[in-house]
């Protein structure tokens, strides 16, 4: 199994940036992919990134590309999110989740960390 607390949300401006962190525990962390999910108010949870257990593939959601980077340290079992140019519809609570290697639920996940951006 593994443990993610999630740090680094915040109150910012429109065109500012974030960097969100997911500490994680357990010694399997580096056979586990890492996805970033957010959930706003009235709407859906979705996908926002995704990184496999060795980093060779990512994912982002066509409404971040260009703006958001996942990335992991394996070896300080951690996984970033960086987020440039906010805007107000990233407002929102941000996850972060597992999943063993190869398969597709995600299920293991941290409280989460609030994103608010205002304009």
């Known amino acids: 199994q593994v443990q993610m607390v999630e740090s680094g949300g915040g109150l910012v401006q429109a065109g500012d940036s974030l960097r969100l962190s997911c500490a994680a525990s357990g010694r399997t962390f580096s056979r586990f992919d890492m996805g970033w999910f957010r959930q706003a108010p009235g709407k859906e949870r979705e996908l926002v990134a995704a990184?496999?257990?060795?980093?060779?593939?990512?994912y982002n959601a066509d409404s971040v590309k260009g703006r958001f980077t996942i990335s992991r340290d394996n070896a300080k079992t951690m996984v970033h999110l960086q987020m440039n140019s906010l805007n107000t519809e990233d407002t929102a609570v941000y996850y972060c989740a597992a999943k063993w290697g190869g398969y597709r639920k995600y299920d293991f996940w941290g409280q989460g960390t609030q994103v608010t951006v205002s304009s």
């Open positions: 990184i496999t257990s060795n980093s060779v593939r990512t």
